[in-house]
């Protein structure tokens, strides 16, 4: 019995511990100050053998302790399914639908030259904006160095976080940001676009010249950076990215989708089955206001984010493209419609 009891106890000192260690700042329960402190000084080993200045290595790492609130965030993910309505309310909103518009017509001169350079409707890196960030009122309060070297160091995804940590380390080192000002989600996403390090380095843009790409405080090199990541993703701006859609009664919709979900995104597995409007209309399916289907005979896909018997979607190569950005379904159709809905549809 004292085997038991002295057990419980010890799990009972644990759990106090991570409680008391919750705090933002703290370090993170399971790795000691110590532990941290060897595995720190290995990245910074490592980022002298990259070529990242001593100086950027020392501002960055000095002092760096492991954020608890990052583990638990890491944790204690939603596993829950959200339903379309639910989560068109929270992200498309009526307020976000306004306030689109007023930022629409705000920057309209900078998104046109943004949209005719890379070829994306100017609505889209709006509803980007919007959905992302709030237009730029949420980037998130941790430093982008801090929590990708907890996560790093924490091993569930060490791998992964690690490089993304050498590709916070290299932005600082070219200078584009100051340690301090590298805020971002408690994931490391970053700035206005909540783009990853990794995404910085492939697609931002220093679209107003000054030599830096920011997606901190600039606009410019906001809006672009969002577009040049939609043009190299596949985007087109002759199409739109599908639309709302009324199937017909004892439509078997199951039947079209694939029995095997492929490899990768799990989003992409509504997207296997491609047919033509023409094809689609053959079949009964009509517009939402039970319509006939545009004349352009696009290649699309039948896309249902609640499963059949919910809201049906026709969706083309640009939803695609928008999964790239983030591979959820409700993720691509909310930014579709909010992009509708600020151009007045």
């Known amino acids: 019995m004292m085997i038991f009891e002295a057990q419980r106890r010890l799990k009972l000192l644990a759990a106090v511990t991570v409680l008391l260690f919750a705090g933002l700042g703290a370090p993170a329960p399971g790795a000691t100050e110590t532990d941290f402190a060897t595995w720190l000084k290995g990245v910074y080993e490592e980022g002298l053998e990259r070529g990242i200045s001593k100086a950027t290595l020392d501002a960055a790492l000095t002092g760096l302790t492991p954020i608890a609130r990052v583990i638990e965030h890491d944790r204690h993910q939603p596993e829950f399914t959200m339903t379309l309505k639910k989560y068109l309310a929270n992200m498309v909103p009526p307020s976000r639908v306004e306030k689109g518009k007023r930022k629409f017509s705000e920057h309209r001169d900078l998104l046109r030259r943004v949209g005719a350079k890379f070829g994306v409707q100017p609505r889209f890196i709006v509803a980007l904006w919007g959905i992302e960030s709030g237009f730029g009122r949420h980037t998130g309060g941790y430093s982008v160095v801090a929590a990708l070297a907890t996560l790093a160091h924490d091993g569930r ?189």
């Not at 399916?285 to 049906?312: F, I, K």
């Open 157 to 345: 995804r060490g791998a992964y976080f690690r490089k993304e940590l050498f590709n916070a380390l290299l932005i600082l080192d070219q200078g584009h940001i100051s340690v301090a000002a590298m805020k971002g989600s408690w994931a490391g996403a970053m700035g206005q676009s909540q783009f990853m390090p990794s995404s910085f380095l492939n697609f931002a843009v220093d679209f107003d010249g000054d030599g830096r790409r920011d997606i901190w405080d600039t606009e410019a090199d906001v809006f672009a950076s969002a577009a040049n990541y939609l043009k190299r993703s596949g985007w087109r701006d002759d199409q739109t990215w599908g639309r709302e859609v009324k199937l017909p009664r004892g439509f078997d919709a199951a039947a079209l989708m694939p029995s095997k979900r492929p490899k990768g995104c799990r989003a992409l597995k509504h997207l296997t089955v491609r047919k033509r409007l023409s094809e689609w209309q053959r079949l009964g399916v009509r517009r939402a206001d039970g319509g006939a289907l545009p004349r352009p005979d696009l290649a699309a896909s039948l896309v249902l984010p609640d499963g059949p018997g919910g809201t049906a979607f026709l969706v083309y190569d640009n939803f695609r493209a928008a999964l790239k950005w983030n591979c959820s379904i409700l993720f691509a159709t909310a930014v579709g419609l909010l992009a509708d809905r600020i151009k007045g549809g």
